[in-house]
């Protein structure tokens, strides 16, 4: 989705800054971008559509000490260089960059029209630096004239206001994330915290239905109903820009699956006392509900059979945005898990917000420290998998699967036990993540490149993770990739196969291995090429990707060879991984 950036303070190379910001927000995905920024008296601005990846920080480098940049993805309006943000007031003093959807701007608009204001996009965010303009007809104070436009304001939005005349920036949020990041010489405003990570790890949060304004020396949190002020704690974030950066890879992608050698390990580095605490909440629950969205909600699938086989305990799963159909069943004792990346999924923070409603209570397995559903959250487990900036995600979902197996054996009683298993995964997944592996799948991926359909089967755990696999395949390559539980295909899917088509089976050596194979088999028998994921050679298989035996944490192990060859099949074919196209990394809007 969009992303924001904002600096005011002591440097004068903000308009440098605020290139190298949205750069860092460019794998949230995006279509065109701009930037605004005070260079004496006047305001700069400069909008394009497409990448911002070629353009020169250089070429920014005019002195100025406040800047705002947004990357657009389009949502009002087509993708032009009108539509791109900011947006600015008739006399151009005021430059706005924004988030979300202003629901109810035709309205504002034919208001601001009747008083002669004047438009040059087709955007919701426009009628919001001609609202401030008016409302500064009233009052002398900038603060104040945004705090009356929010509260005119329908929607889930967050914006960033740049004012020339009095240096400062105000920003507001309703349902859209944004942090600031406290530097000694100044203050970043930004959607993500990537985007000021190489000057600080010092943030702060904003709330729902909160407002902050800085002139660079200070910043001011606001209730935006009440007016009044709020304080706010400092928090440290943990990450590194080290772990921020593509390093030696070509692509985020290969680096977050590459980084799978050691997060396993990180994500299981848990209090064992609050797991246990977490585990007896479950057992405890009158009714435990999981959810989340596209790959996050793949883990909670997996959940389902962990809870079931290891701990005999019955979970109940729903996609987030289809949860709210599910309430009638939620009273003061039940647990909703919420599992999530980015903490900031429109889908998932609704889906809390009903729980919350019946007075149930939160538990979330996410990303990103901070994050608003971190911080809603009755329970928080972070998974410390570093930030994932692909926009596949990868390293994330194993890092929430290996959580929610750990709380499934502590449910069992038996969390030494589990935790020694994942220790052992991690190791397992470090040497299998060699070079000669991973050249096995790009040459793979080469010989299967061109079909254009591809299926996935598995079992008990790995049907997730062939959904998973779908999903992953899908989204990088283009290829039209499905997923199946093995024995669905007789139910329909088999219908599809014919003499080449490549089927992907996901096998393991546990109670359903023969049921898979034999599933492999009625593809085989209708000309599949069938190629295996499986600690075993099988005859079946036409092409053996081997994985190495990892018990219940089998589908952790499996699903990583596909997300390799998901990469290579989208490199193969001439895409970029990081960035597919219509896709977001944070999705803010419902
Ligand atoms: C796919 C993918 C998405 C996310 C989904 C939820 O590779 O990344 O399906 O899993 O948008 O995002 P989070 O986990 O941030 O809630």
Known sequence: MCGIFGYVG???DAGSLAIDGLKSLEYRGYDSWGVAYKTGGTLTMKKETGKISGVNPADFSAACSIA???TRWAT????????????????STIAVVHNGIIENYEELKEELKKKGHAFRSDT???VLPHLIEEELKHTKDFTTAVRTVC???????????????SRTLVAARSGSPLIIGVDTDGYFIASDIPAFLAHTRTVQYLDDGEMI?????TVLFLDIETGHEVQKREIEITWSMKQAQKGTYRHFMLKEIMDQKDSIARAINQDEEEIRTIAQAIKHAQGTFLVGCGTAGKACVAAEYFFSVIAGHHVNYAPASEFKLFHHFLKPESLLIVVTQSGETADVLEAMKIAKAKGSKVLSIVNVQGSTVARESDYTLLINAGPERAVASTKALTGQMAVLLLIAYALADKLREGKLLLLETGEMINDMLNPRYVERLEALADGIKRHENLYIIGKSWNYPMALESAIKIQEVSYIHAEGFAGGELKHGPIALIEKGTPCIVLVGKDEVTADILSNAMELKARGAFIIGVSPERRDVFD????????STAQAIVNIIPIQILAYFLAVKRGKDPDMPRNLAKSVTVK
């Open 151 to 165: 509260l005119r304001l329908k929607g889930r939005y967050a914006f960033l206001a740049l004012h020339t005349e």
């Open 76 to 91: 009002h309006g087509g993708v032009t260089k009108e539509n791109a943000h900011p947006h600015l007031n008739e006399a």
């Open 213 to 217: 304004a800085t002139d660079g020396k």
């Open 68 to 70: 705002i940049g947004h």
């Open 10 to 12: 002591k440097r004068v």
């Open 124 to 126: 919701d965010t426009e």
């Open 543 to 550: 092409e053996w990707i081997k994985v190495p035996e990892a």
